[in-house]
């Protein structure tokens, strides 16, 4: 079929398509611009194959919904299926996504700053719900934005910026409010995607995933979409660590960790973290 | 076969600690990639389930292989795993059930932020829809090369590498996947018009 594409003297099928991929040769690539720019069937083929391709890059990156992870000693003594307390940590982070779901908070910037207590009191994961919960979104008063500046990241007490290689514009920015918290504490967390293609606030369409993690295993936190002002995607939350599904001992030191997988279809990705020490019981 | 230049050079800080035992390195690669690797199952194998649990079952066996992994750049190996298993999928004769509606959409979370049009919102994911099963409708070895290029962004020599065929099949099973999309997409001229009939 490739070499049957093949009309006139005009390019392959394979050419034009690996021309669109900057993967033909200079003398290559340079023969193919010769032809195309005299011949507007070639032209429009070229056009149909780059139209493909788009629709193909514009499939959104989604997040899986389970922690992978490896077994902590000996390899069937674990499963990899969502069960014990990763189970309970996706569970916990699907019902919060179907408790916020179901808000129906109003819309506008009188709802939004004063959304905070709506919120906390219309999620369903306390314990009252039987499940522990383990995410609480940030609520995003027009006054936080101020903290969101990335031009502030200097008096963040703990923060961890990463640019992209390829583009400097481009900077995944992962904070918290401290890099210590009692085990039954609350912890913030804002990962800005400075530079992104996309404005989306859907995480999964951003390739956005945050975890906590330590020793192998790792609890999935639910990036929450709270601001995008001044085109900066930004997501987050207030974290209830008391209703992380932690193993014993809580206590102990973990790794924050945001990765972006940029959204533009190159599949490159930033990755972030930054220590989180938790204390007590 | 695989590309001997690495191109996630920061990777091997992490492989080498990780072919010591050490857990905490293996478990920054798995940050690192679950997101690309899930999606090139997901796209393999249409399911979400099906994906999630190709994702962890490449990740277990690269944690057991990978005091065997010398010089291949990490991210190809990993790959190669996934791929291998995604084919196992297909051997075994799974059925692998119609992908749900986008119910990802249902973590955009409306804190007072304007949503998407809700109009854009369904014509975005019917050419999602449509795509998909475009790409479903591949033959796997066409397939694989069109999701390893377009959506993990890998290069021709690294897709090779992969799976372990020449480059040049690589560039033919490509192109064929782009041109056998291309004619079933265009099938539905109401979702994706051609760009010239748009400028008329």
């Not at chain 1, 083929?45 to 989604?62: H, K, S, V, Y």
């Not at chain 2, 919102?121 to 090369?145: F, G, K, N, Q, T």
Request: net charge neutral; aromatic share 6%.
């Amino acid at each position: 079929m490739p070499s049957e594409s093949r009309q006139h003297d005009g390019p392959s099928l394979e050419e034009l398509s690996a021309f669109i991929d900057h993967e033909l040769s200079a003398e290559g690539r340079a023969s193919v611009e010769d032809h195309i720019a005299g011949c507007a069937e070639c032209r429009s083929r070229l056009d149909g194959l780059r139209q493909t391709t788009q629709a193909i890059r514009g499939l959104p990156m989604e997040t899986p919904r389970r922690a992978f992870t490896i077994p902590p000693e000996g390899r069937r003594s674990w499963s990899w299926a969502p069960v014990g307390w990763l189970g309970g940590a996706a569970a916990a982070l699907l019902l919060i996504a179907v408790g916020i779901q179901n808000l129906h908070l109003p819309a506008g910037p009188a709802a939004t700053s004063g959304s905070t207590s709506t919120v906390s009191g219309g999620l369903a994961y306390g314990p009252a719900q039987g499940e522990k919960g383990a995410v609480a979104p940030l609520a995003a008063p027009a006054a936080s934005t101020q903290e969101f500046d990335s031009q502030s990241r200097g008096s963040a007490t703990n923060a961890a910026t990463v640019v992209d290689p390829t583009n400097s514009s481009r900077r995944l920015v992962l904070d918290t409010d401290s890099p210590s918290y009692p085990a039954t504490g609350r912890m913030q967390v804002t990962a800005q995607l400075i530079g992104s293609p996309s404005t989306s606030l859907n995480s999964a369409n951003q390739g956005l995933t945050l975890m906590l993690v330590r020793n192998g295993l790792g609890v999935a936190l639910n990036p929450v979409g709270v601001e995008s002002w001044n085109g900066t995607p930004i997501f987050g939350g207030w974290y209830d660590l008391a209703g992380f599904p932690l193993s014993a001992p809580r206590a102990g030191d973990y790794r924050l960790v945001a990765t972006w997988v940029i959204p533009d279809g190159s599949g490159r990705v930033l990755q972030a973290s930054v220590p989180i020490r938790l204390t007590g019981s | 076969m695989f590309p001997s230049k690495d191109k996630n050079p920061d990777d091997r800080d992490l492989v080498s600690r990780a072919r010591r035992g050490d857990r905490e390195a293996f478990t920054q690669l798995i940050v690192q990639y679950q997101v690309p690797l899930y999606n090139m199952a997901l796209r393999m194998v249409g399911g979400r389930e099906d994906a999630a649990d190709i994702s962890q079952e490449a990740f277990l066996r690269a944690w057991e292989k990978i005091r065997t992994l010398r010089d291949a750049p990490f991210k190809s190996w990993l790959f190669q795993i996934a791929v291998n298993l995604c084919y196992d999928h297909f051997r075994r004769g799974r059925r692998y059930g119609v992908m749900p509606e986008d119910d990802q959409a249902s973590n955009v979370i409306g804190l007072g932020i304007a949503t998407p049009d809700p109009q854009e919102h369904a014509e975005a994911s019917e050419r999602h829809r449509l795509v998909h099963e475009s790409i479903e409708a591949l033959e796997h070895d066409m397939r694989v090369a069109i999701v390893l290029r377009d959506v993990n962004g890998m290069a021709y020599d690294e897709i090779a590498g992969v799976l372990r065929v020449p480059l040049g099949t690589v560039k033919s099973r490509i192109a064929r996947a782009r041109a056998q999309v291309q004619e079933r997409l265009q099938r539905h001229p109401e979702v994706f018009p051609r760009e010239d009939a748009r400028a008329e």
